[in-house]
């Protein structure tokens, strides 16, 4: 039984994560291109989720450091996921429409990126903390790189989070990072979320 649910412990997270690329220390995960709009259909929640998502994997040496898995809160998602929301909760026309602009309005305000992180070390898994081992960045194609505004716990319980992220698992950490609405501007072209530290880097981009 013991070497039964090492065996799932190890085989989850490669499976979640099976495809990146990678190598020994650092990880960069461009793939994927951001939709530039939703069309609002059911069943579309996932085709959003998977272009608003970016995931990778850390190795140190024969380590495995990090799993993670991110989605970038662009317009098309917000609308995606506030429809699922209003699906699920049985909100009617008038509330989804007063749920969808107050979420788009937080745009204006920050921008947002939820991350779903696995360590096989826990106390590695500590972004949050002035004492991480980590760095947290967001850097545009303008050569802007910024800190994050805020590193703070999902507001939202793990059976929720798994609903809306397949990705979350039970053995992971979930965070809400919140830049600068600075950092975008007309002319930007992508964002790459940047986690770094001695134990390798990670680089994952999106397109806009």
């Known amino acids: 039984m013991k070497i039964l649910l090492i065996f799932i412990f190890f085989l989850l997270p490669s499976i979640f994560f099976s495809g990146c690329s990678y190598n020994n220390s650092s990880v960069n995960s461009n793939s994927g291109q951001t939709p530039a709009g939703y069309s609002g259909n059911s069943g579309g929640y996932p085709a959003v989720l998977e272009s608003s998502t970016r995931k990778a994997i850390i190795y140190n040496q024969l380590d495995t450091v990090m799993y993670i898995g991110a989605t970038y809160f662009n317009r098309p998602f917000i609308t995606a996921y506030t429809e699922k929301y209003a699906s699920l909760y049985l909100l009617d026309k008038g509330q989804t429409e007063t749920l ?104 994952l981009k999106w397109n806009l």
């Open 100 to 203: 969808l602009s107050k979420s788009l309005s937080g745009m204006k305000k920050y921008v947002k990126i939820f991350a779903s992180i696995h360590t096989p070390k826990k106390a590695y898994n500590d972004l949050g903390s002035d004492r991480s081992i980590w760095k947290v960045y967001l850097e545009s194609s303008q050569n802007i790189k910024e800190k994050p505004l805020s590193i703070l716990p999902p507001p939202w319980k793990k059976k929720f989070l798994m609903r809306f992220f397949p990705y979350v698992s039970y053995w992971s950490k979930q965070y809400v990072f919140k830049f600068s609405p600075s950092i975008i501007t007309p002319g930007t072209k992508w964002i790459k979320l940047i986690i770094t530290g001695v134990n390798g880097t990670v680089t």
